[in-house]
């Protein structure tokens, strides 16, 4: 690449530098990510991470190399190592910036209801992106992935669980929990639903029994969580939902 960034110096000031003895700028290395403020640049990094995407929805982190998204995003592969760093991070890079793009539901209630409700339309957006779904099952599960993606992925799980989870405990849905509970019950929130993609990405239950067992799910775990005043509404929506929805 040959749009590395200009050091502005004039002239006479570098050369004054250099007669004060000014130690020169070091050399950049592969590995160490560069920063664009260009539009050409900045769609050329966009277009990247679109042809990163299609590629872990192909092959997986597994079958993801720098090698086959240089040949697909035509772009070299040192040039990949200078704007992102390295393939962990260019995947990370991928998996937030496709995210972005999916409009996930937020929370906008505390009720199990408002929360069922976004589940629903969770799903929806799920079962539009198949092979997105298993791609992440497989990092999401997998011993071997790199810490840095899984974080990123565990983090974007986590945030939607945890946006209901606020409003609960604001609306006192939920019963007052510590911070460690909290955290428990989140995680616990994510890993299944999780285990849950993962039967319907490899086909094991219909789209229909997909979104039912999230359903399910979600209330079964947050149920002893919940004030006795709100219990009725969750036992009512559950015998609801096992009776076939």
Same mark, same amino acid.
């Given at each position: 690449?040959?749009?590395?960034? +200009?050091? +502005? ?11 004060? +003895? =000014?130690?020169?700028a ?11 403020a ?11 991470? %679109? ?10 982190v597994?079958?993801?190399? &720098? ?9 070299a ?8 760093? %390295?393939?962990?991070? &260019? ?8 995210? *972005? ?7 906008t +209630? ?5 929360? #069922?409700?976004?589940i /629903? ?17 497989? !990092? ?10 899984y974080? %990123? ?10 946006? @209901? ?5 604001? *609306?006192?849905? #939920? !019963?007052? &929990? ?6 428990r ?14 039967? @319907?990405a490899? %086909?094991?239950?219909?789209?229909? /029994?997909?979104?039912?067992? @999230? ?6 775990? &947050? ?9 009725? /509404? =969750?036992?009512?929506?559950?015998a609801?939902l096992?009776?076939?929805?």
């Open positions: 690449m040959t749009d590395a960034p +200009g050091h +502005g110096q004039e002239r006479c000031v570098g050369s004054a530098k250099k007669a004060a +003895g =000014a130690v020169p070091p050399a950049e290395t592969v590995g160490t990510p560069r920063k664009y260009s539009p050409l640049m900045a769609d050329r990094k966009l277009r990247i991470l %679109s042809e990163a995407q299609h590629l872990l929805d192909e092959k997986g597994k079958g993801f190399t &720098i090698r086959e998204l240089s040949r697909r995003a035509d772009v592969q040192r040039t990949l190592y200078n704007v992102f760093g %390295s393939k962990e991070d &260019i995947i990370v890079s991928a998996i937030e910036q496709h995210h *972005g793009t999916l409009h996930m539901p937020t929370a +209630g505390p009720h199990v209801a408002d929360q #069922l409700e976004r /629903e339309a969770a799903a929806r957006v799920v079962l539009s992106q198949r092979r997105y779904a298993t791609a992440m099952v497989d !990092v999401f599960f997998s011993p071997e992935v790199d810490r840095r993606i974080d %990123s992925l565990r983090r974007i799980s986590l945030s939607g669980a945890n946006g @209901w989870v606020e409003h609960a405990e604001a *609306g006192k849905v #939920l !019963v007052k &929990i510590s911070d460690q509970e909290r955290e019950l989140i995680g616990l929130m994510v890993n299944v639903t999780y285990a849950n993609i993962t039967d @319907w490899a %086909s094991r239950i219909s789209d229909t /029994e997909m979104v039912l067992r @999230w359903q399910i799910n979600f209330i079964t775990i &947050i149920r002893n969580y919940l004030r006795p005043a709100h219990r009725k /509404e =969750a036992d009512d929506a559950l609801r096992s009776a076939g929805g």
